[in-house]
């Protein structure tokens, strides 16, 4: 039987105002609400640099038992360093997102697309001295590492190779290890506003529940995240996709303005 932590990529817009979150809801009650909703959420504001101490520790008392954050890694160290002699700072930043204890689910490495398999022994190097403590997710963007190589590299250090519906990747399911993280993205910017869905993603969330079926005696975890440029508004396709596989869908109760006439 799979858990399955399904999410968005970020909790934190303010097209979401009135639609997932009360009208003029504080944006510091933002999590504690999303957390009802969905037990997962996938960090996205971590890429831009580690945060403070005392914001990691209100983020994991925030939420309820059992919630899970999947933090990205810094793009510091993913683009900035490209993963070359990284492993201090990414020390240093898995010390303070392991503040999250329990709530910590996976780290994302996301790659950048500049990075090729020419560069596969610099992955290597890094992903093999990562402490074990964790679970790790890597998301390749350049086509040269789709190949068999890639996954037994992967397969070698118990890293999750990330399934990925974006512009320019390919869609694939490849068991590395005994978890799956899945990005659903779309093109970035489609959307201008991010308050519903604006196209039916019906067809691609079926063609994924396809794909994962022959794999799903060898996952025990799935973690599943939705951006808002996929479909318009994450937290519904979210909601869509828990219906589709038989999970519970949780809608936010949100209170209706009173008549004016």
């Known amino acids: 039987m799979v858990d399955w932590y399904l999410g968005t990529v970020g909790f934190s817009y303010k097209d979401w105002d009135g639609v997932f979150y009360p009208p003029r809801m504080p944006a510091r009650q933002y999590l504690a609400h999303y957390s009802q909703i969905f037990n997962s959420v996938e960090l996205d504001s971590t890429f831009y640099g580690t945060p403070p101490p005392d914001r990691v520790r209100q983020w994991s008392m925030t939420v309820p038992p059992g919630f899970k954050f999947c933090v990205k890694t810094p793009r510091q160290i993913t683009h900035d360093m490209r993963l070359f002699d ?33 560069d596969i022994d610099t992955v290597n190097t890094f992903i093999s001295g990562l402490p074990t403590d964790w679970r790790y997710a890597v998301e390749f963007r350049h086509p040269s590492w789709f190949t068999p190589q890639t996954a037994e590299l992967l397969a070698a250090h ?15 399911v490849v068991p590395t290890t005994d978890f799956l993280y899945v990005r659903w993205l779309g093109k970035h910017g489609q959307f201008e506003r991010k308050n ?19 794999h799903l005696d060898h996952f025990e975890t799935i973690y599943g995240f939705f951006n808002n440029d996929f479909s318009g508004h994450s937290p519904r396709t979210c ?17 209706q303005q009173g008549r004016l006439f």
């Open 86 to 118: 990284a492993l201090g700072p990414m020390t240093m930043f898995l010390e303070t997102i392991s503040l999250l204890g329990d709530a910590l689910g996976t780290i994302l490495i996301q790659l950048p697309p500049s990075l090729t398999d020419a």
């Open 239 to 255: 909601n869509r996709f828990k219906e589709m596989i038989g999970l519970e869908a949780i809608y936010p109760e949100i209170p």
């Open 196 to 214: 519903q869905e604006r196209i039916d993603v019906t067809p691609q969330l079926q063609w994924w529940i396809d794909q994962f079926e022959p």
């Open 158 to 172: 118990q890293v999750c190779w990330v399934s990925t519906e974006y512009d320019n990747v390919p869609k694939q």
